[in-house]
């Protein structure tokens, strides 16, 4: 079902107000359009609204991170040296988990008063992430942010459905972009598009989002609205007018008919002309109108018997019986 408001439904959601707070926000970025400027700008309105921030990144470190969303974003990175420094290891969902509840727990954060944002799900297992999403949500947040590129290949079951498949079945929202080919100077649904995309300086500044919002009662609504990623500003998405083929010339009788007999059914220059210069019966009497004749009579029928007429002047109604 599509939205009728007139406030954008992002708007909305930007808001973080209990009666608009929504459990879980999947972001559904591709390849060609990255989402971070829609989570940095949640992200910013959370903390003007008194929330706290915990982002979980695999990707990134806690500088990069605080750089892009705030220095009040605590930061927990999956990514860490080893003892002798020598290389990396990387967290289990386990100890990830154990990590979150652990800085929840030792900062006492209220219930309901905090967001989580976890940058990349690519690094969980697709068996794994009901469970790690649920054991998020057991901890009792305002909302549950999580990333999930759909241009990364899944490597699963058969079976098994994949990473965005889970997602949009438990997501309460869902925040993927879209492609207009009249949008910038370079459409980004060709076959094979250039490297780097050379895109207008408005489709630079502007995203195309579709968002999905399920409500407590089940209705899911879906909107398409275009975000600023300057001003961090939300408005509808009205599609351009579609331009209508110019109007198709309607085929002569001539060129319908040459097609369907062998005879020659049309005519020459010189037939059309000789056809409209004959003068018709019909139309040479009404040609008359109403002028008088030679004979000075309006309307008067005049009877010039001819040779082969039997002809009798003393009864000249007598061939009508009358």
Not at 2 to 26: E, G
Request: charged residues 25%.
């Amino acid at each position: 079902m599509s939205a009728t408001h007139s406030q954008p439904l992002l708007t909305r959601l930007l808001t973080f107000k209990q009666a608009n707070a929504s459990p879980l926000i999947s972001f559904l970025p591709t390849l060609s359009q990255s989402l971070v400027p829609v989570t940095r700008s949640f992200v910013k309105k959370a903390l003007l609204q008194d929330l706290r921030v915990l982002y979980v990144t695999s990707e990134s470190n806690t500088k990069h991170v605080r750089n892009i969303y705030g220095a009040e974003t605590e930061v927990i990175e999956t990514l860490r040296p080893s003892p002798d420094g020598s290389s990396y290891n990387r967290l289990s969902v386990t100890q990830t988990l154990a990590e979150i509840k652990s800085r929840i727990t030792s900062a006492n954060w209220t219930p309901g008063k905090y967001i989580l944002v976890i940058d990349s799900l690519r690094y969980i297992d697709a068996e794994n992430v009901a469970a790690f999403v649920g054991a998020l949500a057991s901890l009792r947040p305002l909302s549950v942010l999580v990333t999930c590129s759909t241009s990364v290949p899944e490597v699963g079951g058969t079976y098994s459905p994949g990473k965005e498949t889970l997602l949009r079945y438990l997501s309460t929202t869902i925040i993927s972009p879209f492609e207009e080919k009249t949008f910038g100077a370079v459409s980004l649904d060709d076959e094979k598009p250039v490297w780097p995309l050379q895109l207008s300086a408005q489709r630079q500044r502007d995203l195309l989002l579709t968002v999905e919002h399920r409500r407590k009662s089940g209705r899911a609504v879906v909107e398409e609205c275009v975000f600023d990623i300057v001003s961090s500003t939300v408005r509808l998405y009205k599609p351009p007018a579609p331009s209508l083929p110019p109007p198709k010339e309607e085929p002569s009788v001539d060129d319908v008919m040459a097609g369907l007999t062998t005879f020659n059914l049309g005519m020459t220059e010189r037939e059309r002309k000789q056809k409209e210069g004959v003068v018709l019966p019909h139309f040479s009497a009404q040609d008359l109108g109403g002028e008088k004749d030679e004979k000075g009579d309006e309307g008067s029928i005049w009877y010039e018997p001819g040779s082969e007429d039997d002809y009798d002047p003393e009864d000249p109604d007598d061939d009508l019986f009358l």
